[in-house]
């Protein structure tokens, strides 16, 4: 009885422990009047939380109120005194659909 208890919290602590397939660093691009620029993101969850960075040319910004639903998943981005919601989702092991006002994007992992 012992062990199996044993057994269980360890399996209960590396489940606890265990990588969500969302963090990482990824990469898209975004189309602008002034032409394409690309992002780099980093995503880390812990829980049901999400926190990161984005990155572009102009720049880094920590990402805001970020929450996690299984494979989807929320965050804010300001800058320039402005604040974009955006939805997203993870459609497989190295691909991200993100959806916000400025329309989608597709993020794809940095190995």
Known sequence: MKNLFT???FVGCFSTFAQSKID???KGSRETP???FELNYTFKVEGDK???IWKTEFGESPLENGKVD???FSYS???NEMTIENNAELVSDDEIVIKSERGDMKLTRVK
């Open 70 to 72: 299984g494979n989807k």
């Open 24 to 26: 990482g660093n990824w």
């Open 34 to 36: 002034n032409g394409t």
């Open 50 to 52: 999400l926190t990161g």
């Open 7 to 9: 057994l269980l919290f």
């Open 77 to 79: 981005i300001s800058f």
